[in-house]
């Protein structure tokens, strides 16, 4: 699947759109969720453009997927993340829920999270 420069995030990323940065560098952003599913929801993405988790596994530098998950584990802990636990969640594609053509990870906690829930839909 070809990359499409019209995704929501690449607009994020071009500046297009407003986000709620929570970190920045020359890879990776990292924002507040528009519609948080738990009291903490933070999307990470890389800069560069990969359409899925596939796509960046398959195409990205071991170091640029070393980085990306280093960073997002620093992430969840300057959160506050994991005292409390919390869950990261990939949609890989439309069936699994991927709205979002630009690979991004859900870091997700601040409350128990019920067993089998998703990044969307996830009930309280
Ligand atoms: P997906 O279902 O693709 O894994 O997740 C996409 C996520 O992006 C959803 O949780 C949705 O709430 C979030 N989202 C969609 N549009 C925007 C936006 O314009 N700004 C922010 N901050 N989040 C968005």
Redesign the pocket.
Known sequence: MAYDTSN?FAK?LRGE?P??TVYEDDGILA?????P?TPV?V?VIPKADYVDLDDFTANASAVEIGEFFAKAGQIARDLGLPESGYRL???NGENA????PHF?I?LMGGQKIKEGSM??GMQS
């Open positions: 929501i994020i759109i986000n709620k924002f507040h969720d528009i519609a599913k929801h999307l969640v990939s949609n829920g991927q709205i979002v991004h859900h990044a969307r």
